[in-house]
């Protein structure tokens, strides 16, 4: 359950925000909506251009299935109701990205009607925010104006890639919970594969709506600020609307509905136009295009072809792996994490789960963090920290052998077995051996020993510690453990 947030203006009144995102999410296709030119990242500017994306006359748009799907399964990873109708709108504009005039969008009969997403709040909250639609609809090209002194370029490689946007509902009340929206939404999208949610790459922007209301009043006049490209980026463009909308109303103005862009150097947004209505792009469908009409055979195999996602992941981790509630959230909360996580699993028995997860969680993530590399990039591969896992948990590696054998898996990308037998890492429980060590250790620390033996309990480790480091590190800590109580008692 989530609690209300109110904002207070330095008058001290209480005020509400009200917040709703569409998100445009690059669908993961090789090539675009309408044409087969390429949609790959970084090429030299329009080299991925086709007669259709430059719009030549005559040119006929063909939709591409493969766009579609990935819109359906997406509508369908958000429990959304799909339409088995849609169709293509014209949204006409001129603007020197754009050469056909026009943007194909779907406005009055999108592809996926309503949805949902559960976000996670800090304390373990949850709450629901709901999705109004998903419409597929056309990229438009990039304007450049800093490669010339006098002139603007064009570069039409983004113009007609397939994207989708996701409507929220205005569900949320704070830059938290739109920011908690946003990775949930970019991890769904993820895990299904339709978008690859690289906000740097432009892969997921979103137009960031808000608006404040006094306590208990009706919806405010909402801005809307364009193109917003992280998630910190969207929570810091919500934190100043919601703080410059409570001080022009405190002090009488209103606010006017209008189109504004965040500057990432201030950190405050800016005024661009003032907001258009929806017929000023006189929208109207399509006459290139049928309507899309999907069979239940197309339907069944998009719903079949899911994998899990991570709220119900998280879940069995939870229950069927009895993994921590935290080690559940943080190895589901992105797909590639989790998919490394199981490829270790796959190589383990059933009982080491939780055993994998800490590593996963603690020396893999800091080593990780350290080296400045995503899972992907991991030096050391699933198989390699499996066996890990094994010889820790089968007791030829203490806690801290594992870790120095850890140390030289990253630096020498070598197997553990091999590091262990070429190394003589191996723990020993040779009862013998640490015996004979203990001996000495007593037999070296007589004052230490004395004040043991008068009452001073807390020197047992001591006693450990001396026996490790005389071994090297290479007992095994338990047997340590017993035989000292025995030569101490
Ligand atoms: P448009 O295309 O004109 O921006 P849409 O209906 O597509 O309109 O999108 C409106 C977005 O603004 C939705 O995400 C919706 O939740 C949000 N929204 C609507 N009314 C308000 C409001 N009063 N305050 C904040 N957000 C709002
Ligand atoms: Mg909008």
């Known amino acids: 359950m989530a609690t209300d947030t109110y904002f207070k203006s330095p008058d001290g009144e209480l005020w509400e925000a009200v917040i ?108 629901t925010i709901g999705v109004e639609r998903i419409h597929v609809e056309q990229d438009a090209g990039k304007l450049m104006h800093d490669q010339h002194p006098n002139s603007s370029y064009v570069d039409l490689n983004r113009s007609g890639v397939a994207l989708m946007e996701i409507v929220s509902r205005p569900d949320m009340r704070s830059p938290e919970e739109a920011g908690a929206y946003v990775r949930k939404l970019r991890a769904i999208l993820r895990y299904v594969g339709s978008c690859d949610g690289n906000m740097e790459q432009g892969s997921m922007r979103a137009d960031v709506n808000v608006s404040v209301r006094r306590r208990g009043d009706p919806l405010g006049t909402r801005t809307e600020t364009k193109n917003v490209n992280s998630v910190r980026f969207i929570m810091a463009t919500i934190h100043h609307e919601i703080f410059r909308q409570i001080e022009v109303l405190e002090n009488g103005g209103r606010v006017v509905q209008e189109t504004r862009l965040f500057d990432p150097d201030k950190g405050v947004t800016r005024a661009l136009r003032s907001k258009e209505d929806a017929h000023d792009y006189r929208y109207f469908p399509d006459p290139d295009l049928l309507p899309v009409e999907l069979s239940d055979a197309f339907l069944e195999e998009c719903r079949a072809s899911l994998p899990e996602l991570p709220d119900a992941k998280r879940q069995r981790y939870e229950q069927a792996l009895g993994l921590t509630p935290y080690n559940a959230g943080v190895l589901t909360a992105d797909v590639t994490t989790a998919r ?96 004979a060590v203990i001996a000495e250790v007593l037999a070296n620390n007589p004052g230490q020993l004395e004040q043991y033996r008068g009452g001073k309990e807390a020197l047992f480790g001591f006693f450990v510690g001396q026996t490790m480091k005389a071994m090297q590190g290479k007992a095994n800590p338990a047997v340590v453990n017993e035989l000292l109580k025995k030569a101490l008692g």
């Open 20 to 127: 709703g995102l569409e998100v445009h999410a690059q669908i993961t296709s090789h090539t675009k909506l309408f044409s087969g030119a390429a949609t790959e990242f970084g090429a030299e500017p329009n080299s991925q251009v086709s007669l259709i994306d430059a719009a030549m006359p005559g040119m006929l748009p063909v939709p591409n299935e493969e766009c579609l799907r990935q819109a359906v399964r997406t509508g369908m990873a958000l429990n959304a109701r799909i339409n088995p109708w849609s169709r293509f709108d014209r949204k006409n504009y001129f603007y020197a990205d754009l050469p056909q005039g026009y943007q194909i969008s779907q406005l009055y009969h999108p592809i996926v009607g309503e949805g949902a997403i559960e976000v996670d709040l800090e304390g373990g909250a949850t709450k």
């Open 340 to 435: 490394w996580f199981e490829e270790v699993l796959a190589r383990l028995a059933p009982d080491q789960a939780q055993r994998a997860a800490n590593w996963v969680t603690s020396e893999l993530f800091g080593a990780l963090n350290r080296l400045g590399k995503d899972i992907e990039n991991s030096p050391v591969s699933p198989a390699q920290a499996a066996e890990l896992i094994r010889l820790t948990a089968d007791g030829t590696l203490s806690g801290t052998l594992a870790k120095q054998v850890f140390e030289i898996m990253l630096e020498t990308g070598d197997d553990p077995a091999r590091i262990v037998e070429e190394r003589g890492l191996k723990q020993t429980s040779d009862t013998d051996a640490i015996k």
